[in-house]
């Protein structure tokens, strides 16, 4: 312990199993100054100290938690196509919680975040006359969810989870697909420009999403004189997988290839600037309102891709497959088959059967006797 000559301040200082501690004891009185430094070490000795020093390390800012978690975590990539999304709804939850500090947040401010975002969403959907979802709010709760178990696991920071309790909303997953009629209405009556209406019969015949038609580069499509195939590099979940071409799909590719932007590597290029284009939301849904189609988003086109797979019978694991899905469970929700279907597969294991084929043979033959005997009493 010693005191500051200038401002007659007392200082503790002393070692504790080879490592210096030192700490301001702010008082003149040397006594007073004793008994500071005597409970000093007490918290030192005991580990008090280190507790409190790392409890201090540990309080940090959501915002600056929120900014560190989607740098370094998978999500967080920036070729990974669903990082704008992410990073979107941590906005939002920057937007309520960026000023407190991770230990702060409870169950209760939670809820209270939830029944804002309620309001907000409510408000919106009715200016613009949607219909409600809280779908984004189940996802921004799911990703503050991920960032206080991350920083539990990763960081080894005690914190308790503040979703853990809070109830989601419940969801009904969108079946909206584009029906026969729908389409021919659309490529005739649409009056769509070209290039939106090559986006739409690639997503109809591919299942490929907006983003991965509209930044897809013409390297990654290999054409042969009999079909072809399409690379996905940048997808929503990060991971590539190839998509066969059928020979009217590769024709239309060259088509499209041929008549695009030459010093673009796109095959969809913004003529001014050469880089993908953005979006074609305008124009498709101005295509839909003259062709009279309600209620089509341009993602059920590639649900309308998936059903139409699953109502011809094709196996839910190959379709998993060209789609990219990764959970089955997203695959077999396309699988929606009518009373047709479902008679046309009775009768393929009807053929299968050798219990009904036998006894097919039995009727035939009853049915050949029979008309035998009817014969040999006309003759007679």
Not at 125 to 150: D, G, P, Q, T, Y
Not at 187 to 203: C, S
Not at 228 to 238: A, E, H, I, P
């Amino acid at each position: 312990m010693y005191k500051n000559k200038k401002s007659g301040i007392w200082y503790a200082d002393f070692l504790f199993e080879g490592r210096r501690y030192g700490k301001t004891l702010n008082v003149t009185s040397k006594s007073a100054a004793k008994e500071l430094e005597d409970k000093f070490k007490t918290e030192v000795r005991s580990g008090k100290y280190a507790k409190v020093q790392l409890q201090k390390k540990q309080r940090i800012l959501f915002s600056a938690a929120m900014k560190d978690y989607l740098e370094k975590t998978e999500t967080g990539h920036k070729t990974n196509r669903s990082f704008k999304t992410i990073a979107g709804r941590g906005n939002h939850l920057c937007a309520y919680f960026g000023a407190m500090l991770l230990q702060q947040i409870g169950p209760d401010d939670v809820s209270a975040y939830k029944t804002k975002r309620e309001a907000e969403i409510r408000k919106r959907c009715e200016k613009l006359k949607h219909a409600v979802s809280f779908a984004s709010i189940n996802r921004e709760m799911a990703l503050l969810r991920r960032l206080f178990n991350w920083y539990r696991t990763q960081k080894r920071v005690k914190l308790d989870n503040p979703v853990t309790g809070i109830g989601f909303y419940k969801e009904v997953a969108r079946t909206r697909v584009l029906t026969e009629d729908e389409e021919k209405r659309f490529f005739m009556d649409g009056g769509a420009p070209e290039h939106v209406q090559n986006v739409v019969t690639i997503a109809l015949s591919t299942g490929m999403r907006l983003n991965e038609i509209l930044t897809l580069e013409k390297k990654d499509v290999l054409l042969c004189d009999i079909g072809g195939t399409v690379t996905l590099r940048d997808t929503k979940n990060g991971e590539s997988r190839k998509i066969p071409l059928t020979n009217d799909l590769t024709g239309m590719f060259k088509r499209i290839i041929d008549n695009s932007l030459e010093a673009s590597p796109y095959v969809f290029a913004s003529p001014r600037t050469g880089k993908p284009m953005l979006d074609i939301k305008t124009s498709f849904v101005k295509s839909c309102k003259r062709a009279k189609i309600d209620n089509l988003h341009f993602h059920d086109l590639r649900h309308t891709f998936c059903t139409r797979l699953a109502n011809e019978g094709v196996n839910p694991f190959i379709i998993m497959q060209i789609a990219g899905h990764k959970d089955t469970k997203t695959a077999q929700r396309y699988c929606n088959p009518t009373s047709e279907h479902l008679m046309a597969a009775m009768a393929k294991i009807e053929k299968k059967s050798h219990a009904f084929s036998q006894t097919a043979q039995e009727a035939q033959n009853l049915d050949e006797i029979k008309d035998q005997k009817s014969q040999v009493n006309i003759a007679v």
